[in-house]
C-alpha cells in the first residue's frame, strides 16, 4: 500500500495484492470403459480409484494395449499418449513406475488485485472518500494472465478407459485399454474468477 497527496491535503491510496498459490494435487488413475473393463486394476473391488501404470514407451505393446475406437485405431492412441506423456512434466519423469498418490500437481495459480482510493473534501469532521477495486487486473493486461488452469479436477483425473482383457484368466491376462486422443492435461474453465472485475464504492463518515 501507498500513500500519496496529488491532490493537496486529500490522500490517495494505491494498494496491490500478489498472490500465488501452488496448484492442487491430483492422481491419473484407470476409468470403466465397457462392461467388460471394470476400471479396477488392483481389484480391490471400487472403481476410479487406481493410479495408472506410465509405459516406458506408450508405442509398446508390450508395455500397454490399445483397442480400436470408433474410426481412432490402436496404432494412432498408442502414438496419442506416447505425445501426452512426453508433453507432460509428471507423467514423463516416472515412465516404467506405477504413480505414487499425489506426485502430479495442477499448475500454479498467480493473481494480482489492484485498489485505488481517494479521500474527498467535506466539512468538520465528516469524511468521504471513493474507491475502485481491480480484481485479477493482470488479465486486462494479458489474457492468459490470472487464469487457473487444472487437469479436469482436483482429485482423481480418469486418463486410460478399460476396455477388456487379453484373457480370461486373470493371471495370465493383460488390460486393453483406450485413449481421447483430443485431451489436453490441462484446460481453463469458463468461470469468472478467470478474466478481470472491477468494481467501486463511496464511504461516507460523520
Known sequence: TRTVT????L??????????VSGPPFDYVYGAGSASGS?????????????IYVPRD??????????????????????AFERYITSSKCLSAHR??????????????????LS???????FGRQRASVQLDFFNVGNAINADFGKIRSAGGFNNVNILSHVGQTAIDPKIADPIFTFNVN?????????ATNYW???MSFRYSF
Request: proline share 6%; aromatic share 6%; net charge negative.
Open 116 to 122: 485505488l482510493r481517494q479521500n474527498l473534501p467535506l
Open 11 to 20: 490522500a490517495t491510496d494505491i494498494s496491490f495484492f500478489l498472490q500465488r
Open 39 to 51: 476400471g479396477d486394476l488392483n481389484a480391490d473391488g471400487r472403481q476410479g480409484n487406481d493410479l
Open 197 to 199: 472485475r472491477a468494481q
Open 58 to 79: 506408450a508405442r509398446d505393446p508390450a508395455e500397454i494395449r490399445f483397442n480400436p475406437s470408433g474410426t481412432i485405431t490402436a496404432a494412432q492412441q498408442a502414438d
Open 6 to 9: 496529488p491532490f493537496g491535503d
Open 96 to 113: 516404467g513406475e506405477i504413480l505414487g498418490r499425489n506426485v502430479c500437481r495442477n499448475p500454479t495459480q498467480t493473481t494480482i488485485d
Open 183 to 191: 485431451q489436453r492435461e490441462f484446460t481453463t474453465g469458463d468461470v
